[in-house]
C-alpha cells in the first residue's frame, strides 16, 4: 500500500449466529480502493495462511468519514488484528452500536 496509512479499532462487537463472529468497526485514514482486506487477519498458528480469517462484507459505515465495518469469524479478542498498518489492539466487546445496528449479518 503506497502512503503512509494509520488504522485503528474502535469496536468489536458480537454477533448472534451459528459459528463465532463479530463485527468489527475501524478507523481508516487510507485510500480505501487500494485496501488489501485480506491484510486483516490472525494468524493460526501451524496453519497455512489461506486458513486464516479474513474480514467478510466490508463495507464504509455511512455518515461516518474513515469509519469501516466488517465481520470477522472465529476473531481471538485476546490478540491483535494483523493488517496492512501493522497489529492492531482490539478493545473489549461491547454490544453492537445503535449507529451499525442498521447491517445484518448474512452467513457466506
Not at 459459528?19 to 468489527?24: A, D, I, Q, Y
Not at 479474513?54 to 490478540?79: I, K, M, Q
Request: charged content about 20%; aromatic content about 12%; glycine content about 4%.
Amino acid at each position: 500500500m503506497a502512503g503512509v496509512a494509520t488504522v485503528r479499532v474502535l469496536g468489536v462487537h458480537p454477533v448472534k449466529a451459528d459459528e463465532p463472529v463479530h463485527l468489527v468497526e475501524i478507523e481508516m485514514l487510507a485510500d480505501a480502493s487500494t485496501v488489501d482486506w485480506c491484510s486483516f487477519t490472525q494468524p493460526c498458528e501451524g496453519r497455512d495462511r489461506s486458513y486464516w480469517q479474513v474480514p467478510y462484507d466490508e463495507r464504509p459505515v455511512p455518515g461516518r468519514p474513515d469509519h469501516w465495518c466488517f465481520y470477522f469469524h472465529y476473531l481471538d479478542t485476546s490478540r491483535p488484528l494483523q493488517s496492512f498498518a501493522g497489529d492492531l489492539a482490539l478493545p473489549a466487546e461491547t454490544p453492537v452500536p445503535p449507529s451499525l445496528q442498521f447491517i445484518k449479518y448474512e452467513e457466506p
